[in-house]
């Protein structure tokens, strides 16, 4: 695995996480 590669899969990962952590913030407000 390149360190490139590695970097950019990483940054995907974050941002998922940053829009689940969103999402259930909507998700909380909403109640």
Request: proline fraction near 0%; avoid cysteine; charged fraction near 25%.
């Amino acid at each position: 695995m390149t360190e490139q590669y590695h970097k950019s899969y990483h940054e995907i990962l974050y941002i998922i996480y940053q829009n689940q952590k969103k999402r259930k913030l909507n998700f909380l407000n909403k109640i």
